[in-house]
């Protein structure tokens, strides 16, 4: 057992330079999430006049390495596993955290996917420093070499900074789909070491006894959301809204009460803890708007709400605003389209018969 | 003999009733009804199951104020064996560091034990940290994400799901494990069972019980602190009024803007 030890912050935190990225792999290609934050690592490094570094592990780290590189990693540490295939938290967290006590980052940014919230906290807990989950805004301070994050607050309303101002290095989470993918850029220009490691002692009881892959919705590349909240009513609410999402080729979304009542699975929840999405249109049925639920659509280019309350939160994020029933609006919206789709085919055949 | 499950159970306000004192950056929860978090429930009874079928021991374990009391009860009228809550001032508004830590040292407390199980993640403060925290302190393997449990052996069977699949996978002993919400339903409390455990009562343990020093714990021994406050800024939207019967002319406008695919269009 290890011993517990508080929170002891380093003495000279000038020591503890450069931004670290985790770079989570599969199959040789670099998640979404993880290329998001190599993007916002290297805006930080080249405010803070600092590197980007990424960190990967795996099996074959050559594919992973040139995909970094042409994002503009400057160094790439490399761990690749000689006697292990597949993820365990036990095993990446004392490679990351050998890489984090040799090389001393000022700043390490991690997707919050599920992988990356498996390890950041085993990580911050080994390496004595803390770690702000879920952020939707990353900057640098250069004068305080400061990671300045923010989160959506407990409450509503209003976003949290999080500082970590006496450890290091200092640790982040974004949800996959917070930000951008970054630009390629144009002569990379990254030195890679590898290593080979070891790790079967560590895994010696760790068996992966089956890997069952399934496609799991992923909205955070949609066009179009038709979202359900409670104002839906119910389960059966969902059946006007994937009627109108499929008339308009788009995806059914959630917000998160709905799908902890089990009206609809997880894979659907946009927000804070779900997905962010940043569709082309997105509409809001009988969701009030809070800020967690904001956060996770508010890039969307064209936002309509449906809402009974008129004062609702979600009026002032909105382009249009129908102040009805959701199941009314929303069915008579599928007929609209349904009529306006008639009406064009008509003009269309009109057209080439003249 | 059967095996030891500890369960870390937070007491979390319903729903929204909180609000944030923006001078001192503190969470009024107050007035707020206190539930246990939703996929804390689900750990429960994943240890309740285990327990169903091969006999286990089960505490639930649960730092919070003495309120919290009430949701510990109810997890001992579901089944659990016993509760102990971890109660102090000076552990009050610890980041997940401190709470990681603070917890990690009751399970010392506790002593020998094959399992911990824990919700996901918390719906007050939802990092989802806390759980992998424990398990880092104290030097252990974790399942995260897990829908099933099972003891096999000297080992626990789980099935994780991930972005991208379904992970089986085999862990020693002792291990902690995290659960989703979607992983069962929970059983209601018996009248019986409860009336039991008001009887026999929670054990309260506070800072003299751990004996950690005071600038680990609390607000003192957490590393992240919150800086300031900001309404967001928000890209202004005209919120155009829109009456039902309006939707033909607001179908009108997002087929001008190109969001209405037409057959002839994709041909
Ligand atoms: C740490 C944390 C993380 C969170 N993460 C997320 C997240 O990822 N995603 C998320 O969505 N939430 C998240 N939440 C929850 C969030 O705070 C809100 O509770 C949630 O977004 C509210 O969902 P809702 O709008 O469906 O429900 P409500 O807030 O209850 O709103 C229902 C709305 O429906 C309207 N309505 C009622 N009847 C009708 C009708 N017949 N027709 C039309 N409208 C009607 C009401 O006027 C009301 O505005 C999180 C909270 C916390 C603390
Ligand atoms: N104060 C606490 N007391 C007991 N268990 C907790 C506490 N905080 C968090 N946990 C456990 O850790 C899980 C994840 O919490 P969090 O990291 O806050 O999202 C919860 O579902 C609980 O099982």
Redesign the interface.
Known sequence: MTDLVGCIAPEKLEEYRNVFVYLENRNGKISRGALEMLGKGKEISVKLNEKVVGIAIGQDLKAVADEAASFGCDLILGAELSDFNGFSSVAYTNIISDFIFEQKPNIFLISGSREGRDLVSRIAVKCKTGVAADCIELDGDPTNRLLIAWRPSFGDKTIDQILCRKHRPQMITSRPGSYKLPEKVEKPDCETRIKKVKVGKLVAKHKILEFKPKTRLDLTSSKIIVSGGLGIGGPKGFEPIRKLAKELEGEVGASRPVVDLGWIPYEHQVGQTGQTVRPKLYIAAGISGKIQHIVGMKASETIIAINTDPDAPIVKYSDYFINADAGKAVAKLADEIRKYKKAHLVEADSEQTA | MAIKIIVMMKQVPDA?E???D?VK?T?NRAQARGIIN?SDENALECALKIKDQTGAEITVLSMGPPAAESAIIECMGRGADRGVLVTDRVFAAA????T??TL??SV?NLGEFDLIIAGE?T????????G??V?????I??A??CTSLHIEND?L?AER????????????LPALATV???SNIPRRAKLRLKIDALRKGIEKWDHDTLK??P???GIK????????????E??K????????DQ??E???E??G?G??????EEA
């Open positions: 929204e909180i609000f944030i923006p950056f969470l939703p980041d997940t560091y401190a990681s830590l990690a040292a010392k993640s719906t007050d403060s939802g990092t989802g940290h806390v992998p925290g398990a880092e302190f104290l030097g393997d974790q995260t994400y080992a069977v799901d991930l972005e991208d699949g379904t992970e089986v996978v085999s862990i020693g989703l919400i979607s950690l020093p600038e680990w714990v021994g957490s590393p992240t602190v919150v800086g300031a406050l900001k309404i967001p928000e890209r939207r005209a919120a155009k009024r829109i009456t039902v939707l033909g607001l179908v009108k997002l087929g803007m969001l209405i695919k037409t057959e002839e």
